[in-house]
């Protein structure tokens, strides 16, 4: 590509860009204010405070304790360390645990393994919008169930789901109930206490801040097996030494996203809707995936008739614009998407799916250039194409 190529970036459920003032409060932590927070000395004791600074910041946009929060280096890893802790922990009492079909792979596959081990595991179906129902899980829990894992909002369809309700039926079964918010924190409302939250998994590189900096909520009371054995950092339940740079830039990010929440939601939800109704008027056999309404604020997602979704990517890539066809974490696989295929779609279909996730410093310029060059790029494909 020439060096003066303009991107155009519609990926942000992906990955966001760090904020220019979170890299600035970030940058001290690298070379000046280095230290250890477990080390005696001054150094030590002054990012120890810091630590707890961010653990406060943290718990209080989720009406949390700080002592709930737990300092990870992922989603995926938080993810693994809600279900297989929970597992292990409290084998004694039941080995069933319960998720969605349209869970993130690291879910899905942290259940897959705990299959593995003995434990029993009930995939909840989802309907054509990506919604999980209510009845399903309750007749999906047995005696033997100790945990359900259900996302708040998913990752590809931007489907949100009815989190509060599911945490009121897990707490009158005394199941603990785990949601991943990667999408939904700093961008929905999350009171842990009153949704009847017991886990709760956010990332920073979601909300403008670092990558290789995430969290797990955990409510005091429940029991948990740690993944990681060694210095008993994180209350004994994520030993290694703390990544201070990338809990600040967690911390700052989640604070800043905080404050601009409401305004950033009514600019991307007002963005979203022009979009989708451009495309769908200006293009032909084109429909949504997801839930109309019940969707983040900056996702679209959508599947054009007779047209080959990695294919489309790549044109538009060409022409500068970044998207996906689902999720960036397993984009590169060629098997359709399972959060499609459980959504009652086609293996044709999911294929012609493209997803378009709006951000922060996504412009009404960039909107009206991606119009044009979506609209050209499926022209081209159709006119190739033998089944249109």
Same mark, same amino acid.
Request: proline content about 4%.
């Given at each position: 590509?020439?060096?003066?190529?303009?991107?155009?970036?519609?990926?942000?459920?992906?990955?966001?860009?760090?904020?220019?003032?979170?890299?600035?409060?970030?940058?001290?932590?690298?070379?000046?204010?280095?230290?250890?927070?477990?080390?005696?000395?001054?150094?030590?004791?002054?990012?120890?405070?810091?630590?707890?600074?961010?653990?406060?910041?943290?718990?209080?946009?989720?009406?949390?304790?700080?002592? $709930?929060?737990?300092?990870?280096?992922? %989603?995926?890893?938080?993810?693994?360390?809600?279900?297989?802790?929970?597992?292990?922990?409290?084998?004694?009492?039941?080995?069933?645990?319960?998720?969605?079909?349209? $869970?993130?792979?690291?879910?899905?596959?942290?259940?897959?393994?705990?299959?593995?081990?003995?434990?029993? !595991?009930?995939?909840?179906?989802?309907?054509?919008?990506?919604?999980?129902?209510?009845?399903?899980?309750?007749?999906?829990?047995?005696?033997?169930?100790?945990?359900?894992?259900?996302?708040?909002?998913?990752?590809?369809?931007?489907?949100?789901?009815?989190?509060?309700?599911?945490?009121?039926?897990?707490?009158?079964?005394?199941?603990?109930?785990?949601?991943?918010?990667?999408?939904?924190?700093?961008?929905?409302?999350?009171?842990? +206490?009153?949704?009847?939250?017991?886990?709760?998994?956010?990332? %920073?590189?979601?909300?403008?801040?670092?990558?290789?900096?995430?969290?797990?909520?955990?409510?005091?009371?429940?029991?948990?097996?740690?993944?990681?054995? &060694?210095?008993?950092?994180?209350?004994?339940?994520?030993?290694?030494?703390?990544?201070?740079?990338?809990? !600040?830039?967690?911390?700052?990010?989640? %604070?800043?996203?905080?404050?601009?929440?409401?305004?950033?939601?009514?600019?991307?939800?007002?963005? +979203?809707?022009?979009?989708?109704?451009?495309?769908?008027?200006?293009?032909?056999?084109?429909?949504?995936? &997801?839930?109309?309404?019940? +969707?983040?604020?900056?996702?679209?997602?959508?599947?054009?008739?007779?047209?080959?979704? $990695?294919?489309?990517?790549?044109?538009?890539?060409?022409?500068?614009?970044?998207?996906?066809?689902?999720?960036? =974490?397993?984009?590169?696989?060629?098997? %359709?998407?399972?959060?499609?295929?459980? =959504?009652?779609? +086609?293996? $044709?279909?999911?294929? &012609?799916?493209?997803?378009?996730?709006?951000?922060?410093?996504?412009?009404?310029?960039?909107?009206?250039?991606?119009?044009?060059?979506?609209?050209?790029? !499926?022209?081209?494909?159709?006119?190739?194409?033998?089944?249109?």
């Amino acid at each position: 590509m020439p060096l003066n190529f303009k991107t155009y970036y519609f990926d942000y459920a992906s990955t966001t860009p760090v904020d220019p003032k979170v890299v600035s409060v970030m940058a001290p932590y690298f070379n000046k204010k280095f230290g250890n927070p477990n080390s005696l000395h001054h150094l030590g004791r002054e990012a120890n405070q810091v630590l707890m600074q961010s653990r406060e910041t943290i718990a209080k946009i989720i009406q949390a304790s700080p002592e $709930e929060i737990i300092f990870t280096s992922s %989603a995926t890893e938080s993810n693994n360390l809600a279900l297989k802790g929970v597992a292990w922990a409290n084998k004694n009492r039941g080995n069933h645990i319960i998720i969605s079909s349209i $869970e993130h792979d690291c879910v899905l596959n942290s259940a897959r393994w705990l299959e593995g081990q003995g434990f029993s !595991v009930t995939y909840l179906p989802v309907n054509r919008e990506g919604l999980v129902f209510l009845n399903d899980l309750k007749k999906a829990i047995k005696p033997q169930t100790i945990l359900v894992s259900i996302m708040h909002a998913n990752n590809e369809i931007g489907t949100i789901e009815p989190i509060e309700a599911i945490g009121d039926l897990c707490r009158k079964k005394n199941i603990f109930f785990h949601t991943d918010a990667a999408q939904t924190f700093g961008k929905i409302s999350i009171d842990v +206490r009153k949704m009847n939250i017991d886990l709760l998994t956010a990332s %920073a590189h979601k909300i403008y801040g670092p990558k290789g900096s995430a969290f797990l909520y955990v409510r005091k009371g429940v029991k948990i097996e740690p993944l990681l054995h &060694g210095g008993e950092q994180e209350s004994a339940l994520r030993s290694s030494t703390v990544n201070m740079p990338g809990v !600040v830039g967690l911390a700052t990010a989640a %604070a800043l996203s905080q404050k601009l929440m409401k305004k950033e939601n009514a600019k991307m939800a007002k963005m +979203r809707d022009q979009l989708i109704k451009a495309i769908c008027k200006n293009i032909p056999s084109v429909s949504l995936n &997801g839930h109309p309404t019940k +969707r983040l604020s900056n996702n679209i997602n959508l599947r054009f008739k007779a047209i080959e979704g $990695e294919s489309l990517l790549m044109l538009l890539d060409a022409a500068g614009v970044c998207v996906s066809t689902g999720s960036a =974490c397993s984009s590169a696989k060629l098997t %359709a998407s399972h959060v499609l295929l459980s =959504c009652g779609l +086609r293996p $044709e279909e999911a294929h &012609g799916s493209l997803r378009i996730t709006l951000g922060r410093h996504t412009t009404n310029q960039e909107i009206n250039y991606l119009l044009k060059a979506l609209a050209k790029a !499926v022209k081209k494909l159709r006119n190739l194409s033998p089944y249109f």
